[in-house]
């Protein structure tokens, strides 16, 4: 196989993990101002996330990187090109990070206060930004040979809109099925019951993006020329529909590994869309950022691939053990009894 | 400003700023690991109650180089497009290599280390702090060697209009990478000692948990002494590697405007960037300028007036900035000297004013550590990759001023926050001092 095709296999892993692992946290993030009843039930969803938030973020920055390191034009363009929309992302991430670390340190109603807000708009202006971001990436981005001609405010368009919302409803309903897996009595029950609130939006927002996909963009031409390629899809259907039916059966744990499966294959749907495109052009599809066009050399891209055959097992086992670790529910009695806790 | 001017601007205050974390969190998981392996070993709860201490204040300082690192990674794409398209296939790489190798590690083991406490055994949470550690160590040795690629580029062919790497065992093992590494390194480990020797002055003034601070302190001054010594001795053979490589960057770092064989070393030096020479040198000690550039003390040195001035690093900033970081280095080699002689004669309590310039002397290596990234950045002007691409060249196409102003504004008021609440924690934790209550916590751990 060439080692473009790897490395746009693994572009596509890296944003799917990312988005399934921070998502749960992101939607958390969101969630908690109006899950928690008081300040001892914040303190137990902020400590549900409190060990893996910081390891989850370090995908992003993995998709980042790996972006650089095997796609570099596609990285320098797609960055300076959303410099703005980045750079609100960035801020945000960074309000989220503090706000998470720093809420507990000192017992004062104000404070906690301050940091909430930090973690609320934190979580959710990340997960609409990564939503619109990818919206236009999918509809394509306005560049050809003299430039970028978008602004910020272009990117909020109607098809980017509609992607930032379904990626808010996907990591709200993930983000409060982790919250009940997570947890016991009354906030795993408000949570999973929310979970079930959220679902019909999501399940319209998502069909509506199913449904605009095919007037905004040309993610179906792939699936066209190739239809066993719609089992990816069908998949994202089914888990969609999954959640909805163990959550019913009252069986969050499941309806939670859904979610996972949701958002893993919504993310592979619009990436094998794409292909062989990273970001394709809105004017000219003679300008379209392919992994050929903007790949490093053949010589790079093997070193990179021995690198992540390598680490990226390691990573895994490692992330495997501690979510082992930390399987056991957070409860009053743990967050209360630990010091360093947030 | 024009974007290049802009863009340098936010890299450089991005930069610093986060450089204010990452040096403590280098130096204090190496001392917090070492304690906890104190305690895990002989059971001493005084280095439990040390682990926890040190441990908060390294929590606080952690959580804001985690998240002032992001930036960095952005901004070579926002800000620096045209750098990052014609270097990204060799720079991209050591970036990548160290999320995959370093960042997993340290994000997922701080957290293990944090929520760990009752959750597994005593070796397990001690050696999840090694790994943190460990996982910051790599990181810098990743990112010097990425900046050890723009000092001195190596394993690399300008092809299809962009520099492709050809050798990735060149850039692993380019001996200016690892000099940076060590320098840097070694220069982090000074500013925890400093930080841990401050804390504890503070608090043996007051004559505050006195035992707890007297072996903290000891500890802190043994790592400062070998670091301040480290440092000095690396530093010299990094100079070495500098005056081999960037003539321009050495000749600037030590106001050498003609081109001489058999240098002497002035200990005061007023440059005159105008008239292009110094308006007072002195007193001279013959030939050691050589001896320091090229470890033979007749060596010819280039001056600046052999490069064209459009090919020079502004002479200034270069030159004192590395003055100043020499003289902190052997000021605080003298401090730390001191520092263990006092503490093996466990006379510290009885030198109130060497603990009161101790306590005023944490600032002291944060400013030697910035002052020396002045000297690499700045002296590797008008490169952003040294004698392959200017520093005008790299800068992004599609962006405008009005977007940098603006993210420039934001990240100073952003920053100017987190500092200010960073500062308010640290000192406000290290004046609290340990927790003497360690019932609950010794019913945690196994």
């Known amino acids: ?342 | 400003m024009d974007t290049v001017a802009l863009s340098r601007l936010q890299f450089a205050l991005t930069s610093m700023f986060h450089w204010i974390f990452v040096p403590l969190t280098l130096g204090l998981s190496l001392l917090t690991a070492y304690m906890e392996t104190r305690y895990v070993r002989s059971g001493d709860e005084l280095y439990l109650r040390m682990t926890k201490f040190w441990g908060k204040l390294f929590l606080v300082n952690f959580a804001l180089g985690v998240v002032t690192g992001i930036t960095m990674e952005f901004q070579f794409g926002m800000n620096w497009a045209e750098y990052s398209k014609y270097v990204g296939d060799i720079f991209g790489a050591p970036l990548a290599i160290e999320a995959t190798m370093a960042f997993f590690l340290e994000s997922v083991f701080i957290g293990v280390w944090i929520f760990g406490w009752n959750k597994i055994s005593k070796k397990a949470h001690a050696l999840s702090i090694w790994l943190v550690a460990l996982a910051t160590n790599l990181s810098a040795l990743w990112i010097l060697l990425a900046n050890g690629w723009m000092q001195k580029p190596v394993g690399y062919v300008l092809r299809n209009g962009r520099a492709e790497m050809t050798d990735f065992w060149a850039l692993l093992t380019n001996p200016y990478g690892w000099l940076k590494f060590g320098h840097t390194l070694s220069s982090g480990y000074v500013v925890a000692a400093f930080f841990v020797m401050g804390v504890s002055a503070y608090h043996l003034l007051k004559k505050n948990q006195t035992e707890f601070f007297t072996r903290s302190f000891k500890i802190a001054a043994v790592f400062g002494l070998a670091s301040t010594i480290l440092v000095a001795t690396i530093g010299d053979f990094h100079a070495v590697e500098v005056a081999k490589t960037q003539p321009t960057k050495f000749a600037a770092m030590e106001a050498l405007w003609e081109t001489q064989k058999n240098v002497g070393y002035n200990l005061v030096i007023i440059p005159d960037t105008v008239k292009e020479c110094n308006t007072f040198e002195g007193p001279c000690v013959p030939g050691l300028l050589s001896y320091l550039a090229f470890h033979t003390a007749d060596a010819e040195i280039k001056g600046l007036k052999a490069f064209p001035k459009e090919e020079r690093p502004p002479v200034l900033p270069t030159f004192w900035s590395f003055r100043l970081m020499v003289l902190l280095g052997f000021a605080m080699m003298l401090l730390s000297l001191l520092a263990v002689i006092y503490s093996k004669r466990r006379t510290l309590e009885a030198h109130p004013l060497f603990l009161t310039l101790m306590l005023f002397s944490i600032p002291l290596p944060y400013i030697a550590g910035q002052l020396g990234w002045v000297v690499a950045e700045v002296g590797r002007q008008p490169w952003i990759v040294y004698g392959v691409l200017k520093t005008s060249a790299g800068v992004s196409q599609s962006i405008s001023t009005v977007q940098v102003y603006a993210s420039l504004l934001g990240f100073t008021v952003l920053y100017g926050a987190l500092g200010a609440i960073d500062i308010y924690l640290l000192s406000k934790f290290a004046k609290q001092g340990p927790d003497n209550d360690l019932s609950a916590l010794l019913k945690q751990t196994k």
């Open chain 1, 1 to 342: 196989m060439e080692f473009q095709i790897i490395w746009f296999i693994l572009w596509g892993v890296l944003w799917a993990v990312y988005f399934m692992l921070d998502g749960f946290v992101l939607g958390t993030g969101m969630l908690h101002p109006y899950l928690a009843r008081n300040d001892q039930d914040k303190k137990i969803l902020i400590n549900t996330v409190g060990p893996v938030w910081d390891g989850n973020e370090v995908w992003l920055l993995t998709a980042g990187g790996a972006t650089f390191a095997a796609f570099p034009k596609t990285y320098a363009l797609m960055f300076s090109y959303l410099y703005t929309a980045l750079l609100l992302l960035l801020f945000s991430l960074i309000i989220r990070g503090v706000s998470i670390e720093f809420r507990g340190k000192i017992n004062n109603d104000g404070w906690k206060k301050a940091w909430d807000m930090g973690i609320f708009i934190g979580s959710a202006l990340p997960a609409l930004l990564l939503g619109v971001a990818f919206g236009n990436i999918f509809s394509g981005l306005p560049m050809d040979a003299a430039g970028y001609h978008g602004s910020l405010l272009q990117l909020l368009n109607p098809y980017g809109l509609l992607t930032g919302a379904l990626f808010v409803l996907l990591f709200l309903t993930h983000g409060s099925l982790y919250v009940c897996v997570k947890t016991e009595g009354d906030l795993c029950d408000k949570s999973s019951a929310t979970a079930g609130k959220l679902w019909p939006a999501l399940l319209l927002v998502a069909v509506a993006f199913l449904v605009a996909t095919a007037f905004a963009t040309r993610l179906y031409d792939n699936y066209l020329t190739t239809m066993p390629l719609l089992v990816v899809p069908l998949l994202a259907v089914a888990a969609l529909i999954g959640i909805k039916v163990f959550l019913a059966k009252g069986k969050p744990l499941a309806a939670f590994a859904s979610s996972c499966v949701t958002i893993v294959m919504v993310v592979f749907t619009g990436v094998i869309g794409l292909f062989p495109n990273l970001i394709p052009s809105s004017l000219d599809p003679a300008h379209n950022l392919t992994i050929y066009n903007s790949s490093s050399s053949a010589y790079t891209l093997r070193i990179m691939t021995v690198v992540a055959l390598v680490f990226v097992p390691i990573v895994i086992a490692y992330k495997i053990w501690v979510y082992r670790v930390f399987r056991s529910r957070v409860t009053a009695d743990t967050v209360m009894k630990n010091e360093q806790a947030y």
